[in-house]
């Protein structure tokens, strides 16, 4: 079969040509400065509606909105992926603060706009949500005078807006730079090689054990060495954080990821209590994998560890095609809108040093484009991370017939095309393998994420939640932040763990991102959220394409528990719903344990 030869290096010049020295950019940056005053000025004279009438005046604003956001998305989006593909682009961490700056005036301009129209009277406003031009907008506007009313002033979240910039955003920032600023030395197959933080991330899941155990310490070595950094970061970006929500009047830290997020807490509880009463499979599945590896038991470095003889890697055209020829089962529409973000170098995966750890897709509202960016060694995890990151691009694509401020969907919806996606890929990798000890090695990968999700994300919140309550009495030490999270990982993984990484809460970029509070359970919920929705896709084949679509739509308009009445017919407070979802993956613990016994 000939493999179609696509580019793992993105196309960035067809945004902006000239990367970080791009005119264009500058010029799109330069008028956005001035898109933003004309706002600020229109927005200042703009006062509390006082019947149907004002209907004029708060479209134009509205318009003036969503054309600004647009625009500081695609620049915004442009950046990201100028610092992500070179760590060491100085000029792209100039444009990002100015960027940031910029944001900073555009959102103090924004809140006031809110707060004026929070200021409406009920009677009022329901006039004004009646009108045609505004109704379908309805469910963001009853959203942004909700979440008005929950703040300061106009002036007083201006100012907080503005010390934002070179407070909170900058050491978010710092975080960046640091891992920017480090690389490990290790020995791969008889060769010493200097990497990146990302390489030496990808090595984890190394067949030679003595490399994940080299790569792991090394890497340990490595946030050690810069723990107080990593620590007095983090500290600085949850004492503003908590300091915030002081001012507001907000007691639980869990308020604005749960707002944000359009989540009950009831759903949150029923979700982690669900998954906390079933985790003895994966238990067993992880002292099975312990003893497959000769350990008695599974220390962090070996959770990846490939158990299993996988066939040959994938180059990454093959890893491509492999992608194709699943989603076309699935749809038309998802594989046609695939094949192009290949055909058009949407995607940025060579493996090379320098770049930015993780992956991640951001998109592109004026060209209607997202870009894809991970690190690629063609092993199979590498395949479902980018059918992963394709599904986030999907998601985005089946949006673009809505009005901007009702595409702008949560995290944890987020992440349901995102693992849809990547469940089409895992499963068709276990259903292709022809040999036992592939089909051993695939659903062993399978595993890895769910364990991922029922127990690491499960870390990270149970640290995150009690870091923050120690946060507010003062500063945490990076040795407390240490044991913070060995005793978040001991409880998350049930006893299964021998050697534990104290210090991932310095390895982790998700505790130092700023705009998503806890940007942890979504995660979980993205994940189970969207086997429920495969289960359905199974069963009704190519025909669901059209109902998963409609789901998506729906993604920014509703509370997460009312997508789930209406597109699934479940409530997601009950713990049952989530364990529909959970029993999916007990039987890939099953079977795993059943083919290796």
């Known amino acids: 079969m000939t493999i179609t030869s696509y580019s793992d290096v993105w196309d960035l010049d067809s945004i902006f040509p000239g990367g970080s020295d791009s005119p264009a950019l500058r010029s799109h940056v330069d008028q956005l400065k001035s898109q933003i005053e004309d706002f600020s000025r229109f927005v200042q004279d703009f006062t509390t509606p006082e019947g149907k009438h004002e209907v004029k005046n708060i479209n134009r604003i509205i318009d003036q909105a969503t054309e600004i956001t647009a625009n500081l998305t695609q620049a915004s989006a442009f950046v990201s992926c100028l610092e992500a593909q070179n760590m060491a682009d100085k000029k792209a961490g100039v444009l990002r603060n100015e960027l940031s700056t910029i944001n900073a005036r555009f959102s103090t301009s924004f809140n006031a706009f809110q707060q004026k129209l929070a200021l409406t009277e009920d009677h009022v406003w329901q ?262 990151e394709l599904g986030h691009a999907y998601h985005s694509y089946a949006l673009k017939s809505m009005h901007l401020f009702n595409r702008r969907y949560a995290m944890n919806v987020a992440e349901t095309a995102s693992t849809f996606a990547e469940m089409i890929v895992a499963d068709a990798a276990v259903r292709e393998a022809e040999k036992k000890e592939e089909k051993v090695a695939m659903l062993d990968d399978k595993l890895q994420r769910s364990v991922a999700f029922f127990m690491n994300i499960h870390a990270r919140f149970l640290f995150e939640t009690r870091f923050y309550e120690e946060r507010k009495k003062g500063l945490v030490p990076a040795q407390r932040l240490n044991k913070l999270m060995e005793e978040a990982q001991r409880e998350a993984y049930a006893g299964a763990l021998g050697k534990t990484h104290p210090r991932f809460w310095a390895s982790k970029l998700h505790f130092y991102i700023t705009g998503v509070p806890f940007y942890n359970f979504p995660y979980t919920f993205g994940y189970l959220f969207s086997l429920s929705i495969y289960a359905r896709a199974l069963e009704s084949g190519e025909s669901y394409e059209e109902k998963y679509k409609a789901l998506l739509r729906d993604t920014a308009v509703m509370t997460v528990e009312d997508l789930a009445m209406k597109h699934l017919g479940e409530n997601l407070t009950e713990e049952a719903f989530w364990e529909k979802g959970i029993s999916l993956c007990i039987k890939d613990a099953e079977e795993f344990l059943a083919l290796t016994k």
């Open 127 to 388: 006039g004004l949500l009646n009108d045609d031009t505004l109704s379908k907008l309805s469910f963001v506007l009853n959203e942004w005078r909700k979440k008005a009313r929950d703040k300061l002033s106009a002036e007083e979240e201006s100012l907080i807006a503005s010390l934002s910039v070179d407070g909170y955003h900058g050491w978010g920032e710092m975080y960046h730079t640091i891992v920017g600023s480090m690389s490990v030395r290790v020995n791969v197959e008889g060769e010493d090689k200097t990497l990146s933080i990302g390489q030496a991330n990808n090595l984890l899941s190394h067949e030679n054990p003595d490399v994940r155990k080299e790569v792991f310490e090394k890497l340990e070595e490595a946030w050690k060495e810069k723990e107080d950094l990593f620590a007095k970061t983090l500290n600085h970006l949850a004492g503003f954080r908590l300091s915030m929500y002081e001012k507001r009047g907000w007691n639980h830290i869990l308020k604005e990821p749960l707002e944000y997020n359009r989540m009950k807490p009831e759903t949150l509880e029923a979700m982690w209590g669900a998954i906390s009463r079933h985790k003895k499979p994966f238990v067993k599945y992880l002292e099975r994998k312990a003893g497959l590896l000769g350990k008695e038991q599974m220390d962090w470095h070996d959770l990846d560890a490939p158990v299993g003889k996988t066939a040959k890697k994938l180059s990454y055209n093959e890893g491509a095609q492999f992608i194709l020829k699943h989603f076309e089962k699935f749809g038309s529409d998802l594989s046609s809108f695939t094949r192009k973000a290949f055909e058009q170098s949407w995607i940025e995966a060579e493996d090379r040093p320098g770049k930015r750890p993780g992956g991640f897709c951001t998109g592109f509202p004026l060209s209607e484009e997202s870009r894809i960016f991970m690190t690629y060694s063609g092993t199979m995890s590498n395949v479902a991370t980018l059918a992963h």
